[in-house]
């Protein structure tokens, strides 16, 4: 074993010394504890908390619909072929996880799509890493709804309003060098105008309001956008919210272009590819 010489390890504490360290971290959690499940609740973010404390301990809070898609491993849509050029890995409340992401990530590298169209920026994690992955010389159009628009689209699930009530759309990818290759678009996507985009676009990510209505109509526009009727088509939280869940269960059962839709296994993450 090599050494440094001069440098001397640290006493390893014992058992009190390290009851004792960790009292800080005791109190300060018993304290949150009791505000996160008094009145912190009452917060998205927080809510979100309790949740995740519920994963630890082994409770999944998934949609109360049944999640009839059938299910495939995450290598059979996202093989590992190169490195991939991740950014912004850090999730926030509203953002796909950082494994979701790389497998976002991966099927964008692996299908090399000239032209992605994703519904719903946020803050511009996904669509920042999708253009960072794509292929030089290719296009990213991302649809959000403006905050100034949140009276005129009632339709929307209240619990969204907080990933519309923002200072400015796509934060994470601006003033980066991926920002040329991004076309902000701004409206609802239950009343705009995607004619432009019809039979352009290879890779689709639907990822806007979760309500039933919102998730048929979406995921019904990317079809249609898909150039000569080929490409990839991903959704995100499929088994979490009970819209997106129901409306892709439907679509697979009501509509023949859906039949292939499939649940990848380990995320919330539903995809068709054609």
């Known amino acids: 074993m090599l050494t440094l010489q001069g440098a001397t390890p640290p ?15 005791y109190l300060y959690g018993a304290a949150a504890a009791v505000y996160l499940f008094a009145a912190g609740w009452t917060r998205a973010r927080h809510r979100a908390a309790i ?17 009839l898609l059938p299910v495939i491993p995450p290598a059979e849509v996202a093989a590992e072929r190169a490195l991939l050029d991740i950014r912004e890995l ?9 494994g979701e ?8 590298q692996n299908t090399a799509p000239r032209s992605i169209f994703e519904f719903g920026t946020f803050d511009g994690r996904t669509t920042l890493n999708m253009a960072h992955n794509s292929p030089a ?14 009276d005129g689209a009632p339709r929307i699930h209240a619990h969204e309003l907080q990933f519309v009530d923002k200072a400015e759309s796509g934060r994470r990818y601006r003033g980066t060098d ?48 898909l150039r000569d ?17 129901a409306a ?27």
């Open 248 to 274: 892709l269960n439907d679509l697979r059962r009501l509509h023949p272009s859906f039949s292939g839709l499939q649940w990848i296994r380990g995320t919330t993450l539903a995809t068709l590819r054609l």
């Open 178 to 225: 991926a920002e040329e290759k991004i076309t902000q678009l701004f409206g609802d996507s239950a009343t705009f105008d995607f004619a432009p985009y019809g039979g352009q676009i290879d890779f689709v990510f639907v990822d806007a309001s979760h309500t039933y209505e919102h998730v048929i109509n979406d995921s019904l526009h990317g079809l249609r956008m």
């Open 51 to 67: 949740v995740e404390l519920c994963r630890h301990f082994g409770y999944l809070y998934n949609a109360r619909e049944p999640r």
């Open 11 to 25: 006493e390893q504490p014992g058992a009190i010394q390290r009851a004792a360290g960790f009292t800080r971290p």
């Open 137 to 150: 010389g290719s296009r990213v159009y991302t649809l959000d709804l403006p905050r100034e628009a949140i």
């Open 101 to 108: 992401l790389i497998t976002i990530c991966r099927m964008v």
């Open 229 to 245: 009727g080929h490409g990839t088509i991903v959704w995100h939280d499929y088994s979490r919210w009970d819209g997106v869940t």
């Open 90 to 98: 850090e999730a926030a409340d509203g953002n796909v996880t950082e």
